[in-house]
């Protein structure tokens, strides 16, 4: 069975500094990896995943995650945060090639103070 | 392209109403699928369709149907409402190849 923690349920940052989102994942494969985002009353839209191509992956809004398999990590960065990335974020995996069975984590809120 | 499109996008329900979730996609995606979410707890896998005719139960199936009669339609019934039951539905649709899911807006459901 495959499980994804995150390991914040809120994480708060000033405008233009970093922004750190940790996810760390357990399967029996080797997982393909996402994060998502949701902004309030919205649907959830892809950032980035990983495909056991490059280990550091870029998405949309300058976002880009490290998959570290010794770490068991996949965690979302940005340089300088802006307020319009005050949103929630998931960590999600998808293992044994099925991809219409994803393991959600419960998500991080992230807060963008001026 | 409309994408993953639901509706209705907000409903209330009394205990006991059954309805119908509606949604459709026009990207010809084979996979199709239904998740609720709730506070604190991510989204949770209700069904799920690899193709027109082909359903399966998730994570948290019980309470709802589902059926696949086109490759574009994949509507969720509750058939008897309760309580529990009040939460945001996504549905997603999906290539077996992309990896990648697409989410429609939602469908907000309170059931009192």
């Known amino acids: 069975a495959q499980s994804v923690t995150q390991l914040d349920s809120h994480v708060s940052v000033s405008e233009g500094t970093p922004v750190l989102l940790r996810c760390n994942y357990s399967?029996?494969?080797?997982?393909?990896l996402f994060w998502y985002v949701q902004h309030p009353n919205k649907g959830l839209q892809l950032l980035l995943k990983?495909?056991?191509?490059?280990?550091l992956v870029k998405g949309i809004n300058g976002f880009e995650a490290e998959f570290k398999k010794s770490e068991t990590s996949f965690h979302l960065t940005k340089p300088s945060a802006h307020m319009s990335d005050a949103a929630e974020y998931f960590c999600?995996?998808?293992?044994?090639?099925?991809?219409?069975?994803?393991?959600f984590g419960k998500g991080t809120l992230l807060t963008v103070n001026p | 392209n409309a994408g993953v499109t639901q509706t209705p996008k907000f409903q209330v329900l009394k205990t006991g109403q059954s309805m119908t979730l509606q949604c459709a996609q026009d990207?010809?995606?084979?996979?199709m699928s239904w998740y609720r979410q709730d506070p604190g707890m991510g989204l949770r896998l209700i069904h799920y369709?690899?193709?027109?005719?082909?359903?399966d139960q998730g994570e948290v199936p019980n309470g709802y149907n589902v059926s696949r009669s086109t490759t574009e339609d994949f509507p969720l019934r509750l058939l008897s409402a309760a309580p529990s039951q009040t939460s945001v539905y996504f549905c997603?649709?999906?290539?077996?190849?992309?990896?990648?899911?697409?989410f429609g807006p939602g469908t907000r459901l309170l059931v009192l």
């Open positions: 997603a649709s999906s290539y077996m190849e992309a990896g990648t899911q697409y």
């Open positions: 399967s029996s494969y080797s997982p393909s």
């Open positions: 990983y495909t056991s191509a490059a280990t």
């Open positions: 999600v995996a998808n293992s044994g090639g099925s991809n219409y069975k994803l393991t």
């Open positions: 990207m010809n995606h084979e996979y």
């Open positions: 369709s690899v193709g027109a005719g082909i359903t």
